[in-house]
């Protein structure tokens, strides 16, 4: 497998995606880039409930995707089932968006997602 990691859309992004939202489609293809790019120094880490997810854009934008790369995982949220961390095509590179919303929202509905995932262990 060559170094260029995979992006996965886990099924929280998909129901928080917006296809008609410019915004969010631009944002998307952004942080899509970047993580292609370099997945290990792209976003911003965030802490406490949200940890290991990250934030992406930085600076004063709006829209924020939350994503966790699959090496940040250890399998607290992406489960040992998960086609995510399973594949034999996987690189713990590898990225999964997993909520995408306005800065205030992606933060507190997209921590509540998180725990709701950490809890169905």
Same mark, same amino acid.
Not at 46 to 55: A, I
């Given at each position: 497998?060559?170094? =260029? #990691?995979?992006?996965?859309?886990?099924?929280?992004?998909?129901?928080? !995606?917006?296809?008609?939202? &410019?915004?969010?489609?631009?944002?998307?293809?952004?942080?899509? &880039? !970047?993580?292609?790019?370099? #997945?290990?120094?792209?976003?911003?880490?965030? +802490?406490? *409930?949200?940890?290991?997810?990250?934030?992406?854009?930085?600076?004063?934008?709006?829209?924020? @995707? @939350?994503?966790? %790369?699959? $090496?940040?995982? &250890?399998?607290?949220?992406?489960? #040992?089932?998960?086609? !995510? =961390? *399973?594949?034999?095509?996987?690189?713990?590179?590898?990225? @999964?968006? !997993?909520?995408?919303?306005?800065?205030? $929202?992606?933060?507190? /509905?997209? /921590?509540?997602?998180?725990?709701?995932? +950490?809890? %169905?262990?």
């Amino acid at each position: 497998m060559s170094g =260029c #990691p995979s992006i996965h859309d886990h099924p929280e992004f998909t129901a928080s !995606f917006d296809i008609n939202n &410019k915004r969010q489609d631009y944002e998307v293809k952004k942080v899509k &880039k !970047f993580l292609k790019a370099n #997945p290990l120094s792209t976003g911003e880490t965030l +802490k406490y *409930e949200l940890s290991p997810f990250k934030s992406f854009p930085r600076g004063h934008q709006n829209t924020r @995707v @939350v994503f966790i %790369l699959c $090496r940040d995982c &250890k399998k607290e949220v992406l489960k #040992p089932k998960c086609t !995510f =961390c *399973e594949s034999s095509e996987h690189n713990m590179n590898d990225a @999964v968006l !997993f909520y995408i919303s306005s800065h205030d $929202r992606a933060y507190s /509905q997209g /921590q509540e997602t998180i725990i709701k995932y +950490k809890t %169905l262990q």
